[in-house]
């Protein structure tokens, strides 16, 4: 299975995001952990610290879930969640200049200035 992915580096981190958005089945039929640890790799793989995945709950909110280079998972990534608010952005997920991404460490609120995201 092909998986699109985009690559970007925030503050130092570098960071893989999945849009599940835009591929529902990526995080249903993928095992992440697996697929982090190879495209992480900076040999064999991309090369990053680590991969977030972007998608919508059951309440159409949207998520993010960062599972680093080795496989395990982290309940948030600052970095990583300015990367992923500016995706969001460029992709028209929110119409709005201030909007929340859900963390396994709780919601966050985005605020965007100019295109660039704060938190």
Same mark, same amino acid.
């Given at each position: &299975?092909?998986?699109?992915?985009?690559?970007?580096?925030? #503050? /130092?981190?570098?960071?893989?995001? +999945?849009?599940?958005?835009?591929?529902?089945?990526?995080?249903?039929?993928?095992? +992440? *952990?697996? +697929?982090?640890? *190879? &495209?992480?790799?900076?040999?064999?793989?991309?090369?990053?610290?680590? +991969?977030?995945?972007?998608?919508?709950?059951?309440?159409? *909110? %949207?998520? %993010?879930?960062?599972?680093?280079?080795?496989?395990?998972?982290?309940?948030?990534?600052?970095? /990583?969640?300015?990367?992923? #608010?500016?995706? *969001?952005?460029?992709? !028209?997920?929110?119409?709005?200049? %201030?909007?929340?991404?859900?963390?396994?460490?709780?919601?966050?609120?985005?605020?965007?200035?100019? !295109?660039? #995201?704060?938190?």
């Amino acid at each position: &299975m092909s998986v699109p992915w985009v690559r970007m580096s925030g #503050a /130092g981190n570098e960071l893989i995001i +999945l849009d599940a958005i835009a591929r529902p089945d990526l995080a249903a039929r993928t095992d +992440l *952990a697996a +697929l982090a640890v *190879a &495209m992480c790799d900076p040999e064999t793989g991309i090369g990053a610290d680590s +991969l977030l995945i972007l998608s919508r709950d059951a309440r159409d *909110a %949207m998520r %993010m879930r960062v599972i680093n280079a080795d496989g395990g998972t982290s309940a948030m990534c600052g970095n /990583g969640l300015r990367c992923l #608010a500016r995706h *969001a952005v460029e992709h !028209g997920y929110v119409d709005d200049a %201030m909007f929340a991404i859900i963390t396994d460490a709780g919601p966050r609120a985005i605020r965007v200035n100019d !295109g660039i #995201a704060s938190v």
